[in-house]
């Protein structure tokens, strides 16, 4: 048999769920009405628009420049021997990844400012895969036109 005081409180429960249904909802909507204020308002900065594609810019830049790296100064010899082990690093980091572009890029710019090249290729040689050995073969030309072009700028820089 069911009681009068509990039919009261099975009623009061429901209406406790309810409300409580009720409350979320309007917080749900208060929520999506501030995102579409806040987007608003953005879009509405007269600067945005400038902000977004010097963001989009930025990030193309750093996208495609990744591996091209910029060479020290050759004369400085702590900072060749800084940046030949950054590149050795990251380029066995990225040809551990699968990303063997990049990571080849980074090898050969270590190659071309060793002071043996040809010990480092036959480790190289050694140690990496026929088909990545030879994406490195590939590349070597165009950094060592780098090279030429880096000192190239540098000999006019001790004109001036």
């Not at 010097?54 to 990744?66: I, P, Y």
């Not at 990251?90 to 699968?98: D, K, V, Y």
Request: aromatic share 6%; with cysteine.
């Amino acid at each position: 048999m069911i009681h009068r005081g509990e039919i009261s409180t099975i009623s009061e429960v429901m209406m406790g769920g309810k409300s409580s249904t009720i409350a979320a909802g309007v917080c749900g909507a208060l929520f999506v009405g501030y995102c579409i204020y806040f987007d608003k308002k953005r879009r509405s900065d007269p600067n945005f628009k400038n902000r977004l594609r010097e963001r989009r810019r930025n990030q193309a830049a750093a996208k495609q420049g990744t591996g091209l790296s910029k060479l020290p100064d050759l004369k400085d010899a702590e900072a060749v021997q800084k940046f030949f082990l950054e590149e050795i690093q990251l380029g066995e980091e990225l040809l551990a990844q699968g990303d063997y572009e990049n990571g080849i890029e980074h090898l050969t710019n270590a190659i071309a400012v060793c002071g043996q090249p040809q010990q480092l290729l036959q480790v190289l040689q050694q140690t990496l895969p026929p088909p990545v050995f030879q994406m490195l073969l590939t590349k070597l030309p165009t950094i060592s036109q780098r090279i030429v072009s880096a000192q190239g700028s540098l000999n006019e820089e001790d004109l001036e």
